[in-house]
């Protein structure tokens, strides 16, 4: 009986570190599939000067513009500006790191649209994307949840969503774009 109890507890201690383990590769693998979609093609992934990689760790290494915070040890911001980056956003892997507040990716050429599923990403709050070759419309969902939101130098289309009476936004930037309409907001904006 005893040597049974001892076994189980053997089994729950494997399955919990096991467990504790697969998250954070899960991560990882979500970053890298990220950049890959944004960098299908120019090598970036491959360069071991970007860190992206599965032996390093994305807090402990040192990948290429992320930032971490050290107490929880979790990937709190991607900053890949000016890299010549021109893939697309792959909206569900960054959205499976749920801890990210902030995704800067201006000056690349990361063209498609912005899903509206960003808005799953549920800490993100600053969202940097202008001087790209985005297209299609703004989703409405990004205003629900978004501080700083900045889609200038694109190439979106068509009316501005309407804001919702709440909204957390502090600063919006959209110029150089062919939207139209005006701002329907009930807020102030900068
Ligand atoms: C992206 O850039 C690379 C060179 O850096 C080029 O070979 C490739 O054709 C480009 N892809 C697209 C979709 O423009
Ligand atoms: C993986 O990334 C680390 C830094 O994060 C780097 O030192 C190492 O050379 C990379 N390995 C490969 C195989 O690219
Ligand atoms: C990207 O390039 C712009 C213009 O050259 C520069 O102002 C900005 O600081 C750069 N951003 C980063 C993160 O290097
Ligand atoms: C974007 O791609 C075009 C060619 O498709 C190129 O002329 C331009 O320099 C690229 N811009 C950046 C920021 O990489």
Redesign the pocket.
Known sequence: MERIAFRMLFLYYFLLLHGANSVEEDIKLSLIKFLEKL?????IIMDPNFGWNMSSDPCAGHWKGVTCEARSISVKKIVLDNF?L??TLDDESLCSVQSIILLSLNNN?I?GEIPREIADCKELTHFYVSGNRFVGSVPALLFSNLKRLDISNNYFLGELPALPAISSLVSFRAKYNQLNGAIHTRIQLP
């Open positions: 960098s299908p093609s120019n090598g010549s021109n893939g050429n063209s």
